[in-house]
C-alpha cells in the first residue's frame, strides 16, 4: 500500500515534557504476510464481517479529518496553542490509528480482493460535519478529555468484538486485533494524562465536560436509532458501533469518570 498522506508524520516528539506517551511494541505488520489461504471462515459469513468491521476501518481513517482540524488548521479553527504533552500524543495517536487503517484495509482487501488503492479511495468523498462538537473541540483540556472518552469507548467496543477476529481461523488476526485493543487504551492513558497533568488547575470543571460528553454522545444515540443524520467522518463520537443503548452509554460514562477521578487522584497525590 502506498504511503498515505499523514497528518503530523514529521512532527519530532518534543523534549522537557510532563510525562511521556505511553506506546504498544509490537509488530504492525504482521498481517502483511497472510493471504486467502489463511483464512477459515466459510463464505457466508466473510461478507458479514466485512460488513461489520467496514465502519471500524473507516472510523480509524477518520483520525485524518480530526487531526487535520486540529493541527493543519489550528488558526482558521480558532483553537489555542497545544501544550507539547498534547502534540506528543497526538502524534503517538494519529500514528497508530493509520496503522489501524492500514491494517484494516489489507485484511478487508484479502477477503475480498479489492486493492488498498481502491479501499483508501473510498474514505475521502466528503468532509466532516463537525457543526454539532464544536462545544468540545475549542480548548486542549475539552479536546483532550473528548478523545480519552472515544478511546475509552472504542476499547471496550473493539472488546466486545474478538470472537470475530478469532473465527478467521489463523491466530494472527486475533493476535493483531488484541494489540490494536492495547493501543486504543494506551490513547484513553495519554489523553487523559494530558488533561491530568497539563489542567489540573481546572479540575473542577472535568465532571462539567464529562457530563456534557455523556449528553452529546446519548443525543446521537438517540438520532440514530431515529434514523437521523448524526455527526459525520468526525472521528469523535463517530465510532463503527451503532448500538448503544442509553444503559449502555450511561455504565461505560460512570466507569469513564472512575477512571479520570481515580486517575487525577492519584497524580494530586504527589503534588
Given at each position: 500500500?502506498?504511503?498515505?498522506?499523514?497528518?503530523?508524520?514529521?512532527?519530532?516528539?518534543?523534549?522537557?515534557?510532563?510525562?511521556?506517551?505511553?506506546?504498544?511494541?509490537?509488530?504492525?505488520?504482521?498481517?502483511?504476510?497472510?493471504?486467502?489461504?489463511?483464512?477459515?471462515?466459510?463464505?457466508?459469513?466473510?461478507?458479514?464481517?466485512?460488513?461489520?468491521?467496514?465502519?471500524?476501518?473507516?472510523?480509524?481513517?477518520?483520525?485524518?479529518?480530526?487531526?487535520?482540524?486540529?493541527?493543519?488548521?489550528?488558526?482558521?479553527?480558532?483553537?489555542?496553542?497545544?501544550?507539547?504533552?498534547?502534540?506528543?500524543?497526538e502524534a503517538h495517536w494519529r500514528r497508530d490509528e493509520l496503522d489501524h487503517f492500514r491494517m484494516f484495509s489489507l485484511l478487508i482487501g484479502l477477503l475480498t480482493g479489492r486493492s488498498a488503492e481502491a479501499i483508501e479511495a473510498e474514505m475521502r468523498?466528503?468532509?466532516?460535519?463537525?457543526?454539532?462538537?464544536?462545544?468540545?473541540?475549542?480548548?486542549?483540556?475539552?479536546?483532550?478529555?473528548?478523545?480519552?472518552?472515544?478511546?475509552?469507548?472504542?476499547t471496550y467496543y473493539y472488546g466486545q468484538d474478538r470472537a470475530l477476529y478469532r473465527a478467521l481461523g489463523h491466530p494472527k488476526f486475533l493476535r493483531w486485533f488484541n494489540q490494536v485493543i492495547r493501543d486504543e487504551k494506551l490513547h484513553f492513558d495519554?489523553?487523559?494524562?494530558?488533561?491530568?497533568?497539563?489542567?489540573?488547575?481546572?479540575?473542577?470543571?472535568?465532571?462539567?465536560?464529562?457530563?456534557?460528553?455523556?449528553?452529546?454522545?446519548?443525543?446521537?444515540?438517540?438520532?440514530?436509532?431515529?434514523?437521523?443524520?448524526?455527526?459525520?467522518?468526525?472521528?469523535?463520537?463517530?465510532?463503527?458501533?451503532?448500538?448503544?443503548?442509553?444503559?449502555?452509554?450511561?455504565?461505560?460514562?460512570?466507569?469513564?469518570?472512575?477512571?479520570?477521578?481515580?486517575?487525577?487522584?492519584?497524580?494530586?497525590?504527589?503534588?
Amino acid at each position: 500500500m502506498p504511503e498515505a498522506k499523514y497528518c503530523g508524520l514529521d512532527s519530532p516528539a518534543p523534549d522537557g515534557l510532563r510525562f511521556l506517551p505511553k506506546t504498544n511494541v509490537y509488530d504492525r505488520n504482521m498481517l502483511a504476510h497472510l493471504t486467502r489461504e489463511h483464512v477459515t471462515m466459510p463464505e457466508p459469513q466473510i461478507k458479514e464481517f466485512v460488513e461489520a468491521v467496514t465502519p471500524d476501518m473507516r472510523s480509524e481513517w477518520d483520525a485524518e479529518n480530526l487531526c487535520r482540524l486540529l493541527v493543519i488548521q489550528p488558526r482558521q479553527a480558532g483553537f489555542a496553542s497545544f501544550s507539547p504533552e498534547f502534540e506528543a500524543c497526538e502524534a503517538h495517536w494519529r500514528r497508530d490509528e493509520l496503522d489501524h487503517f492500514r491494517m484494516f484495509s489489507l485484511l478487508i482487501g484479502l477477503l475480498t480482493g479489492r486493492s488498498a488503492e481502491a479501499i483508501e479511495a473510498e474514505m475521502r468523498p466528503e468532509d466532516p460535519d463537525y457543526t454539532n462538537q464544536r462545544p468540545i473541540i475549542g480548548q486542549e483540556l475539552e479536546i483532550a478529555l473528548a478523545l480519552a472518552w472515544d478511546e475509552f469507548f472504542t476499547t471496550y467496543y473493539y472488546g466486545q468484538d474478538r470472537a470475530l477476529y478469532r473465527a478467521l481461523g489463523h491466530p494472527k488476526f486475533l493476535r493483531w486485533f488484541n494489540q490494536v485493543i492495547r493501543d486504543e487504551k494506551l490513547h484513553f492513558d495519554n489523553f487523559s494524562s494530558v488533561a491530568i497533568s497539563c489542567h489540573a488547575n481546572r479540575a473542577s470543571e472535568f465532571p462539567a465536560i464529562i457530563d456534557r460528553l455523556e449528553s452529546m454522545e446519548l443525543a446521537r444515540s438517540e438520532s440514530r436509532q431515529l434514523g437521523k443524520r448524526v455527526d459525520f467522518r468526525t472521528f469523535l463520537m463517530d465510532r463503527g458501533n451503532s448500538e448503544q443503548t442509553p444503559r449502555e452509554i450511561k455504565r461505560l460514562s460512570s466507569q469513564f469518570r472512575k477512571a479520570i477521578t481515580g486517575k487525577l487522584k492519584l497524580a494530586q497525590e504527589f503534588v
